[in-house]
């Protein structure tokens, strides 16, 4: 047996350090040079830099495809695919024609066949969420409504021109009714936001609606805090059963059939109080 431990003890003293766990002290790190460290590399550089496109050189304008094309046109380049096409120029000529149309109050886009002299449509502006700028508005549309007939019932009606027409579908939800927990879907709301020339800002509310409002509110309030009764709403959070005893009303049911047996005794009792009342006044009245 103290052979075998000899032996091992041999065969340990004999297997180097690095194979043991070992954790390097800070004076035998290996010495580094500050001065060649670069903390801070460069992340661009090392690529071979390229002259810019010909296409990247025009920025100011509102039709870049035109102006690129002659721009290659004249370096002796071919000029890219992409911009081989005529969808500038038609864009110009449509730019230019809406100009004319604004300028002289005609309706910018095809005006429907169809004459609608009373319309039934319910469209209703909504207030403007925090991602839209002033020029852009909201309505509320039927669901059968389209952008066409919204810009052609806002130039008609409004005249206001819609330029750019969005649509949003709202989702529909799966909804509990109060009474009975019947499980239903909420209805399917149709939103379309426009842009407009003109900027439009909601104007605020009168102090005298703002007090309206809030005692409106104060009293919705209160009223909902008589109907709750005897709900938790009026104890402490963390107490339920045991803790918050509240006085109870008593209870001023009275069924039918005792109403009938217990009719005659009441109406005595009543005319009895009446009758007190009414010598009590003659005594005041009398001084006696």
Same mark, same amino acid.
Request: without cysteine.
């Given at each position: 047996?103290?052979?075998?431990?000899?032996?091992?003890? *041999?065969?340990?003293?004999?297997?180097?350090?690095?194979?043991?766990?070992?954790?390097?002290?800070?004076?035998?790190?290996?010495?580094?040079?500050?001065?060649?460290?670069? +903390?801070?590399?460069?992340?661009? *550089?090392? !690529?071979?830099?390229?002259?810019?496109?010909?296409?990247?050189?025009?920025?100011?304008? @509102?039709?870049?495809?035109?102006?690129?094309?002659?721009?290659?046109?004249?370096? *002796?380049? #071919?000029?890219?695919?992409?911009?081989?096409? =005529?969808?500038?120029?038609?864009?110009?000529? =449509?730019?230019?024609?809406?100009?004319?149309?604004?300028?002289? %109050?005609?309706?910018?886009?095809?005006? %429907?066949?169809?004459?609608?002299?009373?319309?039934?449509? !319910?469209?209703? +502006?909504?207030?403007?969420?925090?991602?839209?700028?002033?020029?852009?508005?909201?309505?509320?549309?039927?669901?059968?409504?389209?952008?066409?007939?919204?810009?052609?019932? @806002?130039?008609?009606?409004?005249?206001?021109? /819609?330029?750019? &027409?969005?649509?949003?579908?709202?989702?529909?939800?799966?909804?509990?009714?109060?009474?009975?927990?019947?499980?239903?879907?909420?209805?399917? @709301?149709?939103?379309?936001?426009?842009?407009?020339?003109?900027?439009?800002?909601?104007?605020?509310?009168?102090?005298?609606?703002?007090?309206? *409002?809030?005692?409106?509110?104060?009293?919705? +309030?209160?009223?909902?805090? !008589?109907?709750?009764?005897?709900?938790?709403?009026?104890? #402490?959070?963390? /107490?339920?059963?045991?803790?918050?005893?509240?006085?109870? @009303?008593?209870?001023?049911?009275?069924?039918?059939?005792?109403?009938?047996?217990?009719?005659?005794?009441?109406?005595?009792?009543?005319?009895?109080?009446?009758?007190?009342?009414?010598?009590?006044? &003659?005594?005041?009245?009398?001084?006696?």
């Amino acid at each position: 047996m103290t052979s075998i431990l000899r032996a091992v003890a *041999g065969v340990a003293r004999a297997i180097p350090r690095r194979f043991v766990h070992h954790k390097m002290s800070p004076k035998d790190y290996p010495k580094v040079n500050v001065a060649d460290v670069d +903390l801070n590399p460069p992340k661009y *550089g090392f !690529r071979r830099e390229r002259k810019p496109l010909l296409s990247q050189s025009v920025k100011d304008t @509102l039709f870049p495809a035109v102006a690129i094309k002659e721009l290659y046109k004249n370096e *002796g380049k #071919p000029v890219p695919m992409k911009f081989r096409g =005529n969808n500038d120029e038609v864009a110009r000529r =449509n730019y230019e024609r809406f100009q004319e149309e604004v300028a002289m %109050g005609l309706p910018h886009f095809k005006v %429907g066949n169809k004459k609608v002299y009373l319309p039934k449509a !319910r469209v209703i +502006l909504l207030h403007p969420l925090a991602r839209h700028t002033p020029y852009q508005a909201r309505f509320l549309v039927p669901r059968n409504f389209n952008k066409l007939d919204l810009r052609d019932y @806002l130039w008609h009606v409004y005249g206001l021109r /819609a330029l750019n &027409v969005t649509v949003q579908l709202t989702p529909r939800v799966w909804k509990r009714r109060q009474n009975d927990f019947a499980r239903h879907r909420s209805r399917q @709301l149709k939103i379309m936001t426009i842009d407009m020339e003109e900027p439009f800002v909601w104007p605020k509310l009168p102090e005298k609606a703002q007090d309206m *409002g809030y005692t409106r509110m104060k009293e919705q +309030l209160e009223y909902s805090k !008589r109907l709750m009764g005897k709900s938790d709403a009026e104890r #402490p959070v963390d /107490a339920f059963d045991g803790i918050f005893n509240k006085t109870e @009303l008593p209870n001023t049911f009275v069924s039918a059939k005792s109403q009938k047996v217990l009719k005659e005794k009441v109406d005595a009792m009543v005319a009895k109080e009446e009758s007190a009342i009414d010598r009590r006044k &003659v005594a005041q009245f009398l001084k006696l």
